[in-house]
């Protein structure tokens, strides 16, 4: 019989906006430990300002939302060092070497050895041979391997995932992941542009519309492949 | 490792490595005073014209250092790693005021010799001069990392950075050329004179390192 706890996200009614503009609106979801929630939408839809929001980066404009049981923005402070966030940018100084950035990180979240946890990462993301190479020298598919690395470094229940496979050829795909695949613990929330690879992963759903509202928002198995392209092209549900 | 060391020791490892900061305001420094050297044509200054050239000279050279402060932060993510971590955001400020301090310390250990030789300033003065610098760097650090963290996230950060910053640190420069006005007096330095301005320094430092790691964590805010 499953457990029953508190969700580690619970979302009601937010909405986020840029000056005058609603970014995003009507975001009601909730998401249980071990879950994934893959979420789709045109760009502009305000996936990236969900993903931001959910890091306790940015504040909601209106509505409800906690993470692990942390009201935010009130009470980020209790989820943040919990929350493993990929974004745009890999959040790695450019003139530290890749041993020295992820140890930086590492010291942030005082994380107890720092050192195996560092080589262990960067031997999973097939990384190892550039650890004492600066940041800034690294290709875009290294660097954001190096980002997942950063991301998962100090084993975080709750993954936000910004389009985790940009920049990434086959082979880097298949290293990454184990890094960020689904386990019983961790809580994921993707954004991507791959339906077909989000629907497989997904146990729950939100496709944005171009205008930031919620056009799904559901199970995974409420949804089928041509419904989920269809609404992710614009059309509402 | 606290929070606290780790981003100081990033800041100086980073610097060490790029020299982006240092070589800049030593070279701003020193020419300055070439100019002011030949500009005044005079071999020798005294009292409160050799404070106010040495003290507006550090002054714009610090601001080289300030706007630079935060570069990494906003273009390399820094802020939100910062952010991201279960850390308290006012640990940012102590780190980035002690590594600014510094910054400015090294500077004058190679500013104010040459300032000495070309000036005609008494050796006997400068280890009371560098006490007064000493006092001002921390007010500049302090006030510096505060405006230079709200100009961050502004397209108009080269703008802005001074014009908060300069009327923000008129105390601080009425104080520090009181304090330095009789150790750089003609006939030698007199202590005396420079205790209450040096006091006054001391109290605008305290003032702003208070409410910076007061208001720190609003300011990182979204």
């Given at each position: 019989m499953r457990r029953v706890s508190s969700p580690v996200i619970e979302a009601r009614a937010v909405r986020r906006d840029f000056g005058d503009e609603p970014?995003?609106?009507?975001?009601?979801?909730?998401?249980?430990?071990?879950?994934?929630?893959?979420?789709?939408?045109?760009?502009?839809?305000?996936?990236?300002?969900?993903?931001?929001?959910?890091?306790?980066?940015?504040?909601?404009?209106?509505?409800?939302?906690?993470?692990f049981g942390a009201d935010l923005p009130r009470q980020a402070f209790k989820a943040r060092g919990r929350i493993g966030y990929l974004g745009h940018e890999?959040?790695?100084?450019?003139?530290?070497?890749?041993?020295?950035?992820?140890?930086?990180?590492?010291?942030?979240?005082?994380?107890?050895?720092?050192?195996?946890?560092?080589?262990e990462l960067l031997e999973a993301a097939g990384l190892e041979r550039r650890r004492d190479q600066l940041v800034r020298t690294l290709s875009a598919g290294q660097l954001q391997r190096?980002?997942?690395?950063?991301?998962?470094?100090?084993?975080?229940?709750?993954?936000?995932?910004?389009?985790?496979?940009?920049?990434?050829?086959?082979?880097?795909?298949?290293?990454?992941?184990?890094?960020?695949?689904?386990?019983?613990?961790?809580?994921?929330?993707?954004?991507?542009?791959?339906?077909?690879?989000?629907?497989?992963?997904?146990?729950?759903?939100?496709?944005?519309?171009?205008?930031?509202?919620?056009?799904?928002?559901?199970?995974?198995?409420?949804i089928g492949l041509e419904e989920a392209r269809s609404a992710y092209a614009g059309t509402s549900r | 490792?606290?929070?606290?060391?780790?981003?100081?020791?990033?800041?100086?490892?980073?610097?060490?490595?790029?020299?982006?900061?240092?070589?800049?305001?030593a070279l701003f420094a020193v020419t300055t005073f070439v100019i002011f050297r030949f500009g005044l044509d005079r071999t020798d200054l005294e009292g409160s014209l050799a404070a106010g050239v040495l003290l507006v000279t550090i002054l714009f050279a610090a601001l080289l250092a300030i706007n630079r402060l935060f570069v990494a932060e906003r273009d390399e993510g820094g802020f939100d790693a910062i952010r991201l971590a279960p850390i308290d955001p006012a640990q940012l400020f102590l780190a980035k005021v002690v590594a600014l301090f510094i910054y400015l310390l090294a500077l004058e250990v190679i500013a104010l010799p040459v300032f000495a030789v070309f000036f005609g300033t008494e050796a006997a003065a400068l280890p009371s001069v560098l006490a007064v610098l000493a006092l001002v760097n921390l007010g500049l650090a302090a006030t510096g990392v505060l405006v230079s963290t709200i100009g961050a996230n502004s397209r108009a950060r080269d703008l802005l950075t001074p014009l908060v910053l300069l009327p923000l640190i008129v105390p601080l420069m009425i104080a520090a050329a009181g304090a330095a006005d009789p150790l750089l007096a003609a006939g030698g330095p007199s202590l005396s004179d420079a205790g209450k301005w040096m006091a006054s320094l001391a109290l605008y430092d305290l003032v702003f390192l208070l409410v910076g790691y007061a208001v720190y964590e609003f300011l990182l805010e979204d």
């Open positions: 970014v995003l609106h009507g975001v009601s979801l909730a998401l249980d430990e071990g879950q994934t929630l893959v979420v789709f939408g045109p760009n502009g839809a305000g996936k990236s300002t969900l993903l931001r929001m959910l890091a306790t980066l940015l504040r909601p404009t209106a509505g409800r939302l906690t993470v890999p959040l790695l100084y450019r003139d530290l070497t890749l041993a020295e950035a992820l140890r930086f990180h590492a010291d942030l979240h005082q994380l107890a050895g720092a050192d195996g946890r560092i080589d190096a980002a997942i690395c950063r991301c998962v470094l100090h084993h975080p229940d709750l993954l936000l995932l910004d389009e985790p496979g940009s920049h990434l050829d086959p082979a880097g795909l298949k290293a990454i992941d184990p890094l960020i695949g689904p386990t019983r613990k961790t809580a994921r929330v993707i954004v991507t542009h791959d339906v077909e690879g989000g629907l497989a992963a997904a146990d729950r759903v939100l496709v944005l519309d171009a205008q930031g509202g919620v056009a799904y928002q559901g199970p995974a198995a409420g | 490792m606290s929070a606290f060391r780790t981003i100081l020791f990033k800041d100086l490892r980073v610097e060490l490595r790029t020299l982006q900061s240092l070589p800049a305001m």
